[in-house]
């Protein structure tokens, strides 16, 4: 069965230091993957996505991810945060539709993101 | 362009009534879905829409229902609602149902069931 692990529940970092959020997937063929975060009080926003080709991606507010088949992961990474990046942030596993139960996108549980000034 | 909107943004409600969420997107997509949003559990997809006219069941159907009339709208009704129902319910859509299609959400509607 497909599944998203998002092994860091709550992190924190400084202002200004690099970031790296964990996401792990399990998916029996090539997995469409996505990096969503959501502000609080505020519905999910895409940050980027990965389909094939390039397994570095690039995404907006500076975030990029590199994709690992080996690892089967889909880390997500920002070189310096800034404190407007303190937020939830989602992977996500996408895969044909097969008219099963799970819809089309399957989320991990999330990891929240504090940034100390 | 407004996306996809939601009413109410929040609402308190005695448990036994009768709910419906109202979901609309403008965005001509083809696929909605209607996802709740737990502390430690992320998001869990109670329905989809393939396109108006048909629906499916998601993860955690038990207790909702759902409709499709027609292509902007997806409302999602709690027959009679349980105190386990409080949650913040999130609406989306995308322009197909394949994995391959961002999926955009709207602002959400938080729901308590007393």
């Known amino acids: 069965a497909q599944s998203v692990t998002q092994p860091d529940i709550h992190i924190t970092v400084s202002e200004g230091a690099s970031l790296e959020l964990r996401c792990n997937y399990s998916y029996g063929a090539t997995p469409y993957l996505f990096w969503y975060v959501q502000s609080p009080g505020q519905g999910l926003q895409l940050l980027l996505k990965y389909f094939s080709g390039d397994t570095l991606v690039q995404g907006i507010k500076g975030f990029e991810a590199e994709f690992k088949r080996s690892q089967s992961s889909f880390n997500l990474r920002k070189p310096s945060v800034h404190w407007s990046d303190a937020a939830e942030y989602f992977c996500a596993v996408g895969g044909m539709n097969y008219g099963g139960s799970q819809g089309n996108l399957i989320f991990g549980k999330g990891t929240k993101l504090s940034v100390k000034p | 362009i407004a996306g996809i909107t939601q009413a109410p943004t929040s609402q308190i409600l005695a448990a036994g009534r009768r709910m419906t969420l109202r979901c609309t997107q403008d965005?001509?997509?083809?696929?909605m879905y209607w996802y709740r949003q737990d502390l430690g559990l992320g998001l869990r997809l109670i329905h989809y829409?393939?396109?108006?006219?048909?629906?499916g069941k998601g993860e955690v159907p038990d207790g909702y229902s759902v409709s499709r009339a027609n292509t902007d709208d997806f409302p999602l009704t709690l027959a009679s609602a349980v105190p386990s129902q409080t949650s913040v319910y999130f609406c989306?859509?995308?322009?197909?149902?394949?994995?391959?299609?961002?999926?955009?959400f709207g602002p959400g509607t938080r729901l308590t069931v007393l």
């Open positions: 965005m001509r997509h083809n696929a």
């Open positions: 829409s393939n396109t108006a006219g048909t629906t």
């Open positions: 989306a859509s995308s322009v197909g149902l394949a994995g391959y299609n961002e999926q955009f």
